[in-house]
């Protein structure tokens, strides 16, 4: 739980940086598992819908100590980014001015360059680590060029099953293993589809505001594939959009402000959810914050813990072991390419490209840590807009 509490609090830059992060901390310092053993919970979790960091974190949890475990280092994930995004959120409607609010944009405009840097070096690590034959390399280009040009959330699960077939036919090269009977743990997979109609249906006859919330965001987390990079525009559309909920402007800013956010993504819900709620005062904003980091968060967590113990007892078969090189393959592209979509809406100054590529070498070739970049970046801000 120390370990687990650390990394939240050191935790920027995405999935992808966390993953890297999750095997400088449990692999290589704790030897809570192997290297093969985290990239298999990390491939699973990119075939499930929801947030794949924080499913592999509680994936990991429940290994090695069980649901209840599990849960409780997935709510010492979850916490700080909790308590920071709806911060945010009751800053953005009590700290009145608009000049302020421009100040808060200004000061974390060097987020999303330091961001690419920390998806950059992550992206590295994963290849270095995952891509050690010629079909890995062949895959990882398909699956980056795909994953860049074909912009749509239901393409991470096709890549990711088509990668495992191809490499599933090499099964051959590997030896037989005892097989043990399955067991699925159903409950889990009847719990959700519980909630999902019922909260929906709750929802429907209360129109309380609280319980569409937790019905939107459940919803939201149940459908979506492939991260945070795929839900923000999700949210934008049902929220912004549509819904008008929150404006344009107060969505990117509390987009800007995320990147100085560690811990999960999805937390970014918290931030919508608390805004939603601006009109029932401070308690209703916390509320609406809880409702919806519950809601986008519960669904990820019931697929692991419905899908981990099968998924142990599935990957002894050779043909599966034999996917996971396709498969960690393709991650090793999407992470190449979510350098690159993260890239695209950052201004291409010369500062930006100097912060990108300073942040990228000082975690490749220092002991800096990027808790201490991401400081660095929002005081030299600080001093951007008040010098």
């Not at 987020?111 to 890995?136: D, S, Y």
Request: with cysteine; aromatic share 12%; proline share 4%.
């Amino acid at each position: 739980m120390r370990d687990v509490a650390w990394l939240t609090l050191s935790a920027f830059g995405g999935p992808q940086a966390h993953v890297a992060l999750f095997l400088k901390i449990f692999v290589e310092k704790r030897r809570y598992l192997t290297e093969n053993e985290l990239m298999e919970i990390h491939a699973l979790c990119q075939l499930l819908p929801g947030p794949s960091s924080t499913q592999t974190l509680t994936a990991i949890a429940y290994k090695k100590g069980g649901g209840l475990f599990a849960l409780l280092c997935l709510s010492i994930w979850l916490l700080p980014a909790f308590g920071m995004v709806t911060s945010f959120a009751l800053m953005l409607v009590f700290w009145q001015g608009e000049e302020k609010n421009i100040n808060l944009w200004a000061y974390t405009q060097l987020m999303q360059p330091i961001a690419v840097g920390l998806v950059a070096h992550a992206g590295w690590v994963i290849v270095r680590k995952l891509v050690q034959t010629r079909e890995a390399v062949l895959i990882m280009l398909i699956a980056a060029v795909a994953a860049y040009f074909l912009r749509t959330p239901f393409l991470l699960p096709v890549l990711m099953v088509l990668s495992g077939v191809a490499t599933s036919l090499k099964y051959r090269d590997f030896v037989r293993e005892e097989k043990t009977a399955f067991t699925v743990k159903w409950k889990y997979l009847i719990l959700f589809v519980v909630l999902f109609v019922g909260i929906a249906a709750l929802g429907g006859i209360t129109r309380l505001l609280p319980i569409r919330l937790l019905e939107n965001f459940y919803r939201n987390g149940a459908l979506v594939f492939g991260g945070g990079q795929v839900l923000v525009p999700v949210l934008y559309n049902e929220f912004v959009a549509f819904k008008h909920y929150l404006s344009s402007a107060e969505f990117i800013s509390g987009y800007a402000l995320l990147q100085v956010v560690p811990g999960p993504v999805f937390s970014f819900a918290g931030y919508i959810g608390a805004l939603t709620m601006r009109h029932q005062g401070i308690a209703g904003m916390i509320l609406g914050s809880l409702m919806a980091t519950i809601g986008i968060n519960l669904p990820g967590t019931l697929f692991i813990f419905f899908a981990y113990p099968f998924w142990e007892q599935l990957k002894k078969y050779r043909p599966v072991k034999a996917s996971l090189e396709g498969i960690y393959a393709a991650s090793a592209g999407l992470a190449i390419a979510a350098v690159f979509l993260l890239w695209e809406p950052v201004p291409h100054t010369s500062l930006n490209i100097s912060v990108a590529a300073i942040t990228f070498l000082l975690l490749q070739c220092t002991r800096i840590s990027a808790p201490l970049i991401v400081a660095a970046g929002i005081l030299a801000g600080w001093l951007m807009v008040n010098y």
